[in-house]
């Protein structure tokens, strides 16, 4: 079951604390952004904690998918 986090209007380190409450069980994470910082930083702790990531979009608002390893 993929779980959504809405991460939007948020500014660091906001988005990496939502997505760290939801990370542990999960396997299949959509997270919204709407900063390339966010993503860069998203990014390094998911894949830190075993996640492959993928993001589209731009523009102010990015989707990131991240699947567990």
Known sequence: MKI?????GLSCPEPVLKLKK?????????????SRSCVENCTRFAESKG?????SGGRGQYVMTLKKK
């Open 4 to 8: 959504t986090v809405d991460a939007l």
């Open 51 to 55: 996640f492959a990531v993928s993001v």
């Open 22 to 34: 939801v990370i542990g069980g999960a396997k299949d994470i959509e997270l919204l952004v709407d």
